[in-house]
């Protein structure tokens, strides 16, 4: 089963938008809450020196990535020391059928299961699910998404596409009885539905926000303490961790972890955060039987040492998704893999290739507001500008590579520029009406479908300028 | 001393469409004792190709604005993208080629019009007069890459009768994006509505921008849409309600 490149991948982003932005409501339901975090990310860095911390959270973050066989072999070999079993996947097959094989050996019928982006890349709950196990998904956001049988939409906040009442009529439906949309009241009753799943579980599956190179812990930041749930009660806890995911020590954790949590929340700490140094010890009380870190490359190794490494940089907080005025309008599926918004468009063709999601560093009218919030300093827009360049490279899209030859050819002269000028004023006299041009023929209707057009004026600036 | 003397960049959207914009902007240079020159041999500042990926078309344009505004003194331009451009992304793109120490002299030298007149004139205010309610849409280049947010509203602030209101997001792209807007249609039209709802909200009777490109957009969708809204140049309201420029075209 070939899970890595998710098939809407191979769609177009256009055709995928186009469906979405046809959900009038969306940037409505998105607007709001990205809003929010945006507004609540702002206040909380008000009061802080946010360059400084910007500063020096990207060279913690540049340190490590340069650095990060060094630290990925020093925490395996620590964990490893501890009692965990760390798999380095270099495919997101490889990474699958190693949980598939431990879930099999265990015998396991039900699965907990905690956000972890790096699960849904590698498509590790279909898998689990074709093998006859149940996998339930704890965290409320994803528990939404799981029942609506959707991709999560947004890193941080999986439902975010979704209305209260859409929300409470998803959870009535597959409980078979009535909910009001009141959040508390969904919450206390998705609680009550989880805790079973807690205490049954055979396996806790979880993603990882940082591991810890000097100790071989793991770190974990969660709002609703189901996290440390999935990774306590099961006798098996499985993390699924992003190769770039590493932190040298404790002393690096204590600036990444609040930069994450205050970007991603807006808010000073989470609920909970957890560290994890491995399977219960012979006199502990509690904790699983075995852990299991499962170190995922999967495109990533492929990245180091080109000019688009420090996308690997990215803590995962989501800011730049609230932030984008394209994610808003089309919303996480509009990019049809598991990472939407300006991150998304930046990695998914990186891990992917430009053949599958080319078109991706396109999806963004280049405003640069994600390369503004990033808490560790990405140059996301000048990496799609870079990715549109190698893109073309690569593929040579012939009708718009002409295009943009002929033009050149013309506009590097005044001459030829204000030749062209003459013929579109020439030409375009048929399709002026009132001062505007309301219907174009190809490829300018692609404009005038929605928009009306200036025509070139009567007289340019530069022929005013000859007569002043 | 700040220049005497500039040369404008009219971009090429201005002076194809939107003339009367250039008008403004020298108008309103020339009114602050600015001598102004206008070289001919200038087209375009390449972006589109840029933005496109197309580095080799895009340089083959923009050297064309290396040559022509070689020996400017300052350059100004009524368009922050445009200026960003120059500004931000020439040093990159000619970076290793022959033409690289003109880029970067270029782009030290480049100023966008608002910029020019408040950072490098040192006149925060002008005075003037115009009746209505306006809101001011923060180009996504011109506020990013050159960190222009206080310039054109603080012009606007000194201009008696201007009632000056903020849209919710005043800083969010209106969609336009250049090639984006035609790449990607459909999209660029819900951010622009979303823009001019916002717009609409302030009860402004006009969305002042300076750039060209993102007027064009958000006029093209206004006039659609039947919108009683009007988009408006800085420099063409500034120079009206200083009484440079005809009142309109």
Redesign the interface.
């Known amino acids: 089963m070939a899970m890595t490149p998710d098939a809407a991948v191979r769609k177009r982003f256009e055709d995928r938008a186009d469906v979405q932005l046809r959900k009038r409501h969306l940037p409505l339901i998105i607007g709001r809450a990205t809003d929010t975090r945006e507004a609540r990310r702002r206040d909380i860095f008000a009061e802080l020196d946010l360059p400084g911390l910007r500063n020096a959270a990207e060279a913690v973050r540049a340190h490590t990535v340069a650095n990060l066989h060094t630290y990925l072999d020093r925490f395996a070999e620590r964990a490893e020391a501890r009692g965990t079993k760390v798999f380095f996947a270099a495919t997101a097959e490889e990474a699958v059928s190693y949980v598939r094989t431990l879930a099999a050996k265990r015998g396991a019928r039900l699965i907990a299961k905690a956000k972890s982006m790096a699960s849904e890349e590698i498509h590790l709950s279909p898998a689990l699910e074709a093998d006859g196990i149940e996998v339930v998904e704890t965290d409320l956001g994803e528990y939404i998404v799981q029942l609506a049988k959707e991709p999560p939409s947004h890193i941080i906040a999986p439902a975010v596409h979704k209305s209260r009442t859409e929300i409470a009529r998803l959870l009535a439906a597959h409980h078979g009885r009535s909910l009001p949309d009141d959040p508390e009241v969904l919450t206390a009753f998705a609680r009550e539905v989880l805790r079973r799943t807690f205490l049954e579980a055979d396996i806790g599956i979880s993603g990882v926000n940082f591991g810890v190179a000097e100790t071989g812990s793991l770190a974990l930041v969660t709002n609703e303490g189901n996290g440390r749930m999935v990774t306590s009660l099961p006798p098996v806890h499985v993390a699924i961790m992003g190769m770039e995911r590493i932190v040298p020590s404790f002393e690096e954790l204590s600036l990444l972890l609040p930069m994450l949590v205050a970007s991603a929340t807006g808010r000073p700490v989470s609920t909970y955060f957890s560290f994890i140094n491995g399977p219960r010890l012979p006199d502990e009380v509690d904790g699983p039987e075995e852990v299991h870190v499962v170190v995922l490359d999967n495109g990533r190794s492929k990245i180091l040492g080109t000019e688009y490494q420090s996308i690997l940089h990215c803590i995962r907080c989501g800011a730049c998704q609230n932030v984008c005025p394209v994610y808003r309008q089309v919303g996480g599926h509009g990019y049809g893999a598991v990472y939407g918004g300006p991150i998304g468009a930046v990695l998914t063709p990186l891990l992917v290739g430009f053949e599958k999601a080319g078109d991706l560093p396109h999806a963004s009218s280049l405003c640069g507001a994600c390369t503004e919030v990033c808490p560790v300093k990405i140059p996301l827009h000048e990496q799609l500008l870079a990715l549109r360049r190698d893109v073309a490279r690569e593929q040579k899209p012939v009708v718009e590579g002409l295009a943009f030859r002929a033009w050149s050819t013309a506009w590097r002269r005044p001459w030829g520029y204000r030749l062209l000028a003459r013929l579109a004023r020439a030409g375009q006299g048929m399709f002026v009406r009132g001062g505007r041009i309301r219907k174009a023929p190809p490829p300018l209707s692609r404009w005038t479908n929605r928009r009306d057009l200036p025509p070139v004026a009567r007289r340019t600036f530069r022929e005013r300028w000859k007569d002043r | 001393m700040p220049p005497r003397r500039a040369s404008l960049f ?1 971009t ?1 959207l ?6 009367e914009v ?2 403004a902007s020298v108008a309103l240079l020339e009114d602050l004792g600015v001598e102004v020159d ?1 070289p ?5 500042c ?1 972006q ?11 340089r ?2 923009a ?2 604005l290396l040559d022509a505004m070689e020996s400017a003194e300052a350059v100004v331009s009524p368009s922050g993208s445009c200026t960003a451009m120059v500004r931000s992304h020439y040093v990159h793109l000619f970076h290793g080629t022959k033409d690289e120490r003109r880029a970067e002299a270029l782009a030290a030298k480049t100023f966008e019009l608002t910029e020019f007149v408040v950072d490098v004139l040192g006149v925060d205010h002008l005075p003037g007069r115009w009746e209505g309610r306006v809101t001011y849409h923060d180009s ?2 011109g506020l ?2 050159l960190g222009l947010t206080g310039q054109g509203r603080g012009l606007l602030a000194g201009i008696e009768g201007l009632e000056l209101v903020e849209m919710a ?1 005043p ?3 209106c ?4 090639t ?13 509505d ?1 823009k001019i709802a916002q717009s609409e909200e302030t009860g402004a009777d006009v969305i002042v921008s300076g750039d060209s490109g993102c007027l ?2 958000l ?3 206004l ?2 849409t039947r919108s009683r809204l009007r988009p408006m140049h800085v420099a063409t309201l500034l120079a009206r309600a200083r009484g440079l420029a005809p009142a309109s075209r």
């Open positions: 009219v090429c201005v002076d194809l469409l939107y003339p250039g008008e206008f001919e041999a200038q087209t375009c390449g589109p190709a840029f933005n496109s990926g197309f580095e080799e078309d895009a083959r344009v050297s064309g996504c280049h990013r890459e997001r800083e969010m792209c969609g336009f994006g250049g984006f807007s035609v790449r990607l249609p459909e999209v660029a039209t819900a951010m622009a979303d064009m957009h006029a093209g969708r006039s659609r």
